[in-house]
């Protein structure tokens, strides 16, 4: 089939990879602009419009494909079936009926839980021990179009969001592959999805992850895997010594059992230099300090002076 790929973001090269060395055929690719990126703001292409650019694919970068000129475009290639993965915009309707094999989308849960830009981060952030990838054909409501292909895997209790992408990305390219497959000889099932087990999951922003100490451990660990590496768990170290503050980004840490005998506030470090929190406390063990890599936390105690009952409080 000849396929035009709508897409932006990493998750999506494992699949543009095993499309290069299948029997389909990626005719054009539309991505998103350039954007601001690093301490020196250059425009930065996404990482969809390098890869076009290194298997010299014809590409547009656009900010609305839905713009009369990007769908005549799109037409001329007259393409089987257009394909979307982490694109970032939303598509009309012109362009979803516009390939006779239709227009599918790759998305990383088990629709239609987590429904939404993030489903990754609030799978981990809600506690789920199993996610996946759903391959759907698209439909004007967000990720609400019946499903053509699932893949199911378990949530290893230590991963990070960031770690997940890149397994279900590896998921997901098998699984496109026979998809595509079969909907090219015209055996796909589409299955409607069960609307009322419908679950959110929101873009996350910044103060999304500004913990709050108050919490439990427990929640606080899982958000702290949920958000890595973006938008990352911060909070404001402060010296109980000097006043001084510094934010910092919490990347791994683990539960440790306190029933808080001294009464601390949360946030507080205790004699073991864990963080009492609202239940239990965090056992800090790598972290990463705004304007350095990260590290471990003993590395960050012993440059800081850490001493007990020195504070993390959320950022304002």
Same mark, same amino acid.
């Given at each position: 089939m000849k396929i035009v790929y709508l897409g932006s973001g990493e998750f999506g090269? !494992?699949?543009?990879?095993?499309?290069?060395?299948?029997?389909?055929?990626? %005719?054009?690719?539309?991505? !998103?602009? *350039?954007?601001?990126?690093?301490? +020196? !703001?250059?425009?930065?292409?996404?990482?969809? $419009?390098?890869w076009a650019k290194d298997h010299a694919i014809p590409f547009i970068e656009t900010d609305n494909v839905n713009k009369p000129e990007e769908i005549a475009k799109i037409a001329s290639y007259q393409p089987d079936l257009i394909l979307v993965i982490a694109f970032g915009q939303k598509i009309g309707t012109e362009l979803i009926n516009l390939p006779p094999k239709g227009a599918i989308n790759i998305h990383g849960s088990l629709l239609p839980k987590y429904r939404g830009a993030a489903p990754i981060n609030w799978a981990i952030i809600n506690g789920e021990t199993e996610t996946g990838i759903s391959i759907i054909a698209l439909a004007e409501k967000m990720d609400a179009g019946a499903i053509c292909a699932q893949?199911?895997? %378990?949530?290893n209790p230590n991963e990070t $969001? +960031?770690?997940?992408?890149?397994?279900?990305? !590896?998921?997901?390219? *098998?699984?496109?592959?026979?998809?595509?497959?079969?909907?090219?000889?015209?055996t796909a099932v589409y299955t409607e999805q069960d609307?009322?087990?419908?679950?959110?999951? /929101?873009?996350l922003q910044k103060k999304d992850g500004f913990l709050d100490f108050a919490e439990s451990a427990q929640i606080l660990r899982r958000k702290i895997l949920?958000?890595? /590496?973006? /938008? +990352? $768990?911060?909070?404001?170290?402060?010296?109980? %010594?000097?006043?001084?503050? $510094?934010?910092?980004?919490?990347?791994i840490a683990d539960v440790a059992e306190s029933s808080n005998p001294a009464g601390l506030a949360a946030g507080t470090l205790d004699e073991n230099l864990n963080v009492i929190c609202g239940e239990d406390a965090l056992k800090i063990t790598k972290i990463n300090p705004s304007g350095s890599a990260l590290m471990d936390f003993q590395d960050f105690v012993n440059g800081r002076h850490t001493r007990p009952g020195d504070m993390f409080k959320k950022i304002e």
């Open positions: 090269i !494992q699949c543009l990879n095993s499309l290069a060395d299948s029997k389909h055929s990626v %005719e054009f690719i539309v991505t !998103q602009p *350039p954007r601001q990126a690093g301490r +020196g !703001q250059k425009q930065k292409p996404t990482p969809v $419009a390098l893949a199911k895997t %378990e949530i $969001a +960031g770690q997940l992408h890149d397994r279900l990305a !590896q998921i997901a390219a *098998p699984l496109l592959l026979k998809t595509l497959n079969q909907i090219a000889d015209g609307h009322n087990k419908a679950t959110a999951a /929101p873009k949920g958000y890595w /590496p973006w /938008p +990352g $768990a911060s909070a404001s170290y402060i010296s109980k %010594e000097t006043g001084k503050s $510094a934010q910092v980004r919490i990347a």
